[in-house]
């Protein structure tokens, strides 16, 4: 195992320590959490925006507003999901996890034609494979709930074709998250958003895919259901 993989292994530990116990503990933990990522965020943005930029103040200032808001935005969406459902913001979190576990092995696995110039490392297949294992979550917790008839992980009362629409909408702004950042990241001629989390990179590289399904979630719901 090298040492970068360590890296991403014992990052990946801690993160998911950090938002189980936020998530468990009180709704407050929850709503600091998703402040402190967000002003974390901002800040990467930031400096992403300057090296995209440069010396063009006003662009920069924009970009910079407009993140701002948007970030506020997420931080409110999340909040608000979490308060309407518990169980639905632990299922959004684990379809975006399972998502982009799906487009790294599947990407990294079959390879093939390439999805955008923006991201080189995005592959058709890779995409598709975020699709597919954007289901997972689901199938899991139907699993244990056919095991133990836990109510907790009763899901069966949502609409089947509700759910399908959930995992392939999450999955879809998850990818198009990854790709704006991507695209910002490539202009910017850098690598990684930041250097906070060793052997991912950047706050922003690890979330970007949840800053924007979130949201998409949030707005699709109070839209259409």
């Not at 507003?65 to 409110?76: E, R, V, W």
Request: glycine letters at 6%; one cysteine or more; charged letters at 15%.
């Amino acid at each position: 195992m090298n040492n970068n993989l360590s890296k991403r292994i014992f990052t990946s530990i801690i993160l998911s320590a950090v938002l189980l116990i936020c998530l468990f503990f009180h709704k407050y933990s929850w709503l600091i959490l998703l402040i402190s990522a967000s002003i974390t965020c901002f800040f990467e943005f930031n400096n992403l925006s300057k090296k995209v930029w440069k010396r063009k103040r006003s662009s920069i200032y924009l970009a910079n507003l407009i993140s701002i808001f948007y970030l506020i935005f997420f931080t409110f969406s999340a909040y608000e999901i979490y308060n309407a459902s518990f169980k639905a913001i632990i299922l959004v979190i684990l379809i975006c996890i399972f998502s982009d576990i799906g487009g790294y092995v599947v990407g990294k696995s079959v390879g093939g034609k390439k999805l955008t110039k923006i991201s080189p490392n995005k592959t058709v297949s890779g995409s598709v494979g975020s699709f597919i294992f954007s289901f997972t979550p689901i199938m899991i917790i139907s699993l244990i709930y056919e095991l133990t008839k836990k109510n907790e992980f009763q899901i069966h009362h949502y609409e089947i074709d509700n759910l399908i629409f959930l995992c392939l909408i999450t999955s879809l702004m998850c990818q198009l998250g990854d790709l704006f950042i991507s695209y910002f990241k490539r202009k910017a001629k850098i690598k990684d958003t930041g250097s906070i989390l060793p052997g991912h990179g950047g706050l922003l590289d690890r979330i970007d895919g949840i800053i924007f399904a979130i949201p998409g979630v949030f707005l699709i719901d109070k839209i259409f259901f």
